[in-house]
């Protein structure tokens, strides 16, 4: 279970912002990433962060690590 399902949530939404997707495609693209897991694995960095910062850092894990589920 997330233990900062708040901050998940506020991510979520950051992202879905930047990239003007949709919630069903801004969830699709978090679990084909494991982009929850990053989340809950960098929280104590994360949270210190703005927006921007946070979605460049979602980018940057994406762009840098494979695929977690097809």
């Given at each position: 279970?997330?233990?900062?399902?708040?901050?998940?949530?506020?991510?979520?939404?950051?992202?879905?912002?930047?990239?003007?997707?949709t919630g069903r495609q801004?969830?699709?693209?978090?679990?084909?990433?494991?982009?929850?897991?990053?989340?809950?694995?960098?929280?104590?960095?994360?949270?210190?962060?703005?927006?921007?910062?946070?979605?460049?850092?979602l980018d940057d894990y994406i762009v840098n690590?494979?695929?977690?589920?097809?």
């Open positions: 279970m997330l233990e900062h399902l708040d901050f998940v949530i506020y991510c979520i939404e950051e992202y879905r912002w930047a990239h003007k997707l801004v969830l699709t693209v978090f679990r084909k990433y494991g982009l929850y897991e990053f989340i809950e694995a960098s929280y104590d960095a994360l949270h210190t962060y703005g927006g921007d910062s946070i979605v460049w850092n690590h494979p695929v977690a589920v097809k």
